[in-house]
């Protein structure tokens, strides 16, 4: 090459140059167009044993010589990953062992994003892809139905927008260690969350601290979608019972939150967040998430949850009555005649959901009297009034008429003067209870996002 004119000689070093970033390190480096398939990642055994007699080279008394074989296991790169992880598990040497604890980090981060590459270019779905989490999370952003550990449907056109979300979930190291944790039994993934969420609604308000005996306004941290959607997803693999809601309510925040704007996206992106939100929503058991999500769905772009959650409200034990009966105001305003297997499911409820004083004339004299409605007696009127019966034919009194602003049905309009009459209109109900109505109805329960069989 010595006789070769100068530009030739740069023309076929650039050319070499272009191979070499076409043909990609032998230390793991990612290639140009990766395939899908993440068997091509696996640590081939010359790798492993090379970074394995690095890995004791660490341990050598001659300085140069560790130094030397750490600058080498760094620029292994993921390839070092396993060996790295068997010495800090069991290397007797404690400088071995803190060296790896170094050099793990970036073997990691390294190993994440390769991963990462491979699983976005498999965009059909071909492959099985060892990462944390992803089969439940596309099970719940894909509307995936599951028997006997068959998948039987899936919204396929919804998946490269999933791939893409949990891929950003993924590239977060708070995100990360959460989904890493929800699949390690002896990590305290309650208590993880628990902080998380925490950390997360608190990024919201400015924080006053003290620097050199002055106080200082820290202004509110930025958290992006996918931290969010990260907490949402975990918890609804957990038992709702598991996760401590009372420290920090999700609920309440989703309205100030970055998933605000992609809930309201009308693409592919904004259905899977609907989707795992839903979910989410549907697995909440504490009263007052559920009533929150209740009166924020329409807000969050869920309008087909309100009815469901209300429902659920009416049936919870523990909800406070002004929920209860805020719940059934709505289910007054859906007025459909298939509400009614459900109302009758609460007929067995007798709390009072309102003490009120009428005016009654008896014998000719006005009286004030303080009557009760309770839960059951308001599912009764609306029962009638949805089957177009009229409830004062069943003994109800009728306070008086319907304001023009007003929803034509409203359970504070009908009352029992007595518990005898009460008691007859249940049994005449029963009696001519039509046969269409069907059996009692319940809320719909939100499907398990995976079948582990």
């Known amino acids: 090459m010595q006789g070769q004119p100068r530009i030739l000689r740069q023309a076929v070093w650039m050319g070499l140059a272009s191979v070499a970033l076409l043909v990609g390190k032998s230390s ?30 660490l341990g ?71 990462l944390p989490g992803w089969e439940a999370f596309r099970a719940i952003a894909c509307n995936e139905w599951r028997w006997c550990g068959w998948v039987l449907a899936r919204d396929a056109s919804l998946e490269p927008a999933a791939r893409k979300l949990y891929a950003e979930m993924l590239q977060t190291p708070a995100n990360r260690d959460l989904l890493f944790a929800s699949e390690n039994p002896h990590a305290s993934i309650s208590q993880l969350l628990t ?30 979608p996918a ?22 309510s999700m609920a309440a925040s989703l309205l100030n939150s970055p998933l605000q704007s992609l809930l309201r996206q009308q693409d592919a992106t904004g259905q899977v967040v609907r989707n795992v939100v839903a979910n989410w929503a549907l697995s909440r058991r504490d009263p007052q998430d559920m009533y929150y999500l209740f009166i924020q769905a329409p807000n969050l772009e869920l309008h087909h949850l309100t009815t469901t959650l209300a429902m659920r409200l009416l049936k919870h034990p523990g909800a406070p009555i002004g929920y209860k009966s805020t719940a059934l105001n709505r289910l007054a305003v859906e007025a459909t005649p298939q509400l009614v297997p459900f109302l009758e499911s609460l007929f067995d409820d007798t709390s009072v959901i309102i003490n009120m004083t009428v005016v009654r004339n008896v014998q000719g004299q006005q009286t004030r ?13 609306l029962a009638l009034h949805l089957s177009q019966r009229s409830p004062t034919d069943y003994g109800f009194v009728d306070r008086g008429g319907v304001p ?12 029992f003067p007595d518990e ?21 109805a319940h809320p719909r329960s939100s499907p398990p996002p995976t079948d582990k069989r």
């Open 227 to 248: 931290d969010w959607l990260t907490v949402l997803f975990l918890e609804q693999l957990i038992p709702a019972t598991v996760v401590n809601n009372r420290v920090a």
């Open 404 to 415: 023009a602003n007003a929803p034509p049905f409203q359970y504070t309009r009908y009352y």
């Open 60 to 130: 050598s008394p001659v300085y140069t010589e560790r130094e030397q074989a750490q600058t080498e296991l760094a620029r292994m790169g993921r390839l070092a990953r396993l060996a790295l992880q068997e010495a800090l598990a069991s290397h007797p040497d404690p400088e071995v062992r803190q060296r790896c604890a170094v050099l793990l980090p970036a073997a990691i981060e390294d190993d994440i994003k390769v991963r990462l590459t491979v699983f976005l270019a498999d965009t059909a779905g071909r492959y099985t892809h060892q």
């Open 28 to 57: 793991g480096g990612i290639r140009a167009a990766p395939p899908p398939d993440p068997k091509t990642l696996e640590i081939q055994p010359e790798d492993l044993q090379r970074a394995r007699a690095w890995v004791e080279q």
């Open 369 to 381: 009297e303080v009557i009760s409605i309770q839960l059951r007696d308001a599912a009764l009127a």
């Open 195 to 224: 902080e998380r969420r925490l950390e997360l609604i608190h990024s919201r308000t400015v924080r006053n601290v003290i620097i050199n005996g002055q106080v200082v306004a820290l202004p509110p941290r930025s958290t992006s």
């Open 420 to 440: 005898k009459v009460r008691q007859r209109a249940f049994e005449r109900y029963q009696r001519e209870r039509p046969a269409s109505s069907g059996p009692p």
